[in-house]
């Protein structure tokens, strides 16, 4: 994969349930044997769209590219437009074909152009990630329809917090002549 490493990552997030529901599907007449639904992942305008986002120590675009069942945020770090499987990854999805549950790896960070004490700030991927649902009926034939999620996958800023405490110690100065102790 390529995983691009920072301090503190990767990190993990899972979805709680499915991000999508297939349950309006419908397999028609032959529905001998089970009719079955899968879900697969799908970038909304092809291979090195540009997701907007830029890992934190970089100026370099982050491109989304398919990998198999896999979605991943790759640095374009000659700025061609274009990413490999040997440009550093920032981040991946990947999405259970059976539950439609959703799954997110973070190698990087990635800016929040907030700054300030503005750092609780989104980012995500509106637009540029859809779900493909296939549904198949009992003697082959199969239908699709897509939504999008891309809406649905966050990045959250960790901004710093700032905590301060009084520990009650003291210093004194004593106004007699030489060295003083406290």
């Known amino acids: 994969l390529n995983a691009g490493t920072d301090t503190n990552l990767p990190q993990y997030a899972q979805s709680a349930s499915a991000l999508v529901s297939s349950a309006a599907s419908d397999p028609g007449s032959d529905e001998e ?32 590219v398919q990998e198999g069942n896999l979605i991943v945020g790759r640095v374009d770090a000659d700025d061609d437009g274009a990413v490999t499987s040997s440009d550093t990854a920032a981040f991946a999805i990947s999405l259970n074909s059976g539950t439609g549950v959703v799954s997110v790896a973070q190698y990087l960070s990635l800016d929040h152009p907030l700054g300030g004490t503005q750092h609780d700030d989104d980012l995500d991927l509106t637009g540029l990630v859809d779900v493909v649902v296939t549904v198949t009926d009992g003697d082959g034939d199969t239908d699709t329809d897509e939504v999008s999620i891309g809406d649905q996958i966050f990045f959250d800023d960790d901004g710093p917090t700032a905590a301060i405490t009084d520990t009650e110690g003291s210093v004194r100065i004593d106004e007699t002549a030489g060295t003083q102790d406290d």
């Open 33 to 64: 044997g089970a009719p079955a639904h899968s879900y697969a992942l799908k970038i909304t305008t092809g291979d090195n769209t540009d997701s907007g986002l830029v890992a934190t120590n970089s100026t370099h675009a982050i491109l989304l």
